[in-house]
């Protein structure tokens, strides 16, 4: 069975950072797009950022400058470095791992990210 496994969530003040991260197992990680979706009550899951097998990465407009998607392909990890936190950051945040135009779509069971004074 696929998993994900989030971590590194946490409650972190106004410009602050943090570190999150998702270790995958069961997967040919490799041949995975992997992303960071958020989603506050009541709203819809937003894309965060993506970052393809090939390594190109794709940003939410809000995120751009602040948030950096990284991955290990020999660790079976994604990351996201999280800078310049602004309260409307706050949300659960969920690891996603798909291959584009199959059925392999994937998802960890998110992690909190509270960004508040």
């Known amino acids: 069975q696929v998993q994900l496994v989030e971590s590194g969530g946490g409650l972190v003040q106004p410009g602050g950072s943090l570190r999150l991260s998702c270790a995958a197992s069961r997967i040919i990680f490799r041949l995975y797009t992997m992303g960071w979706y958020r989603q506050t009550p009541g709203k819809q899951r937003e894309l965060v950022a993506t970052?393809?097998?090939?390594?190109?990465?794709n940003y939410a407009d809000s995120v751009k400058g602040r948030f950096t998607i990284s991955r290990d392909n020999a660790k079976n990890t994604v990351a996201l470095q999280m800078n310049s936190l602004k309260p409307e950051d706050t949300a659960v945040y969920y690891c996603?791992?798909?291959?584009?135009?199959?059925?392999?779509?994937?998802w960890g069971q998110g992690t909190q990210v509270t960004v508040s004074s």
């Open positions: 996603n791992a798909v291959v584009p135009a199959t059925n392999r779509n994937y």
């Open positions: 970052i393809s097998s090939g390594g190109s990465t």
